[in-house]
């Protein structure tokens, strides 16, 4: 009996220790970001192309036309099929209503990604995707075409201010900052057995302006005059007493 209490002790107290997420020496933890204002030079614009048919070919065939119409207008603005990335064809029956499964026709999709390297192309591919009455879902978004090299940039600013924030903290403790034990761009304790390492750049957009005051849909299309690329990383230090 003496023997079956000691190990099921045992047991607890590993179990204790082994859900603990907090590291066993002591430790100061710290939040270091970095911010970097860029006027963007790319553009990606996603949207669906959509169409029905009375039958599956029909409304597939719709689909390939208007993707010959797209590349043509596309080719017009000195565009070619590299800027696109398209996914492949979705078909899906279309129904009399939930209760009746009989099929009145058929739906094909095909979502397309475009990018853009000159944004002067911006206001006219939005207005001729804006009055096309079967493309669908337009999604736009700024970046830099250099934005690697500047998120490599704010990961050392990132981790500059972890570390100065770091001995300010400690100072004001009368410890001092011993090694790094950990670096994650997770915010939270809980995600400390997770994977390691700068990441998580995000991108915020600045005061919008007109791209141009020439085109009828000029107060309409907007772009960031700027953008914010920013950078957090979280590290936990070793203190030394």
Do not use: C, W
Request: hydrophobic residues 40%; without cysteine.
């Amino acid at each position: 009996m003496l023997r079956l209490t000691t190990a099921f002790s045992l047991l607890v107290a590993a179990a204790s220790v082994t859900a603990s997420p907090l590291p066993d020496f002591p430790f100061i933890n710290v939040t270091g970001q970095a911010t970097l204002e860029v006027a963007p030079d790319k553009a990606q614009i996603r949207f669906v192309l959509r169409q029905t048919g009375a039958t599956a070919e029909q409304a597939t065939r719709a689909v390939y036309r208007q993707g010959e119409s797209l590349l043509k207008f596309l080719q017009a603005q000195g565009l070619t099929e590299k800027a696109l990335d398209a996914a492949q064809i979705n078909k899906e029956a279309l129904y009399k209503d939930y209760q009746d499964r009989t099929i009145t026709g058929y739906e094909a999709s095909q979502p397309i990604t475009l990018t853009l390297t000159n944004l002067e192309q911006y206001v006219t591919v939005m207005d001729y995707l804006f009055t096309q009455p079967q493309i669908f879902s337009i999604h736009s978004s700024f970046d830099h075409s250099k934005r690697e090299e500047f998120e490599l940039t704010l990961s050392e600013k990132a981790g500059a201010d972890a570390r100065a924030r770091a001995n300010r903290l400690a100072a004001a403790q009368g410890v001092k900052l011993s090694s790094v034990f950990a670096i994650t761009e997770n915010a939270g304790f809980g995600n400390l057995a997770g994977d390691f390492g700068f990441g998580g750049g995000q991108v915020s957009y600045g005061r919008m302006e007109k791209m141009s005051a020439d085109s009828g849909m000029a107060g309409a299309l907007l772009a960031p005059k700027q953008i914010t690329l920013q950078k957090s990383v979280n590290v936990i230090y070793k203190l030394n007493p």
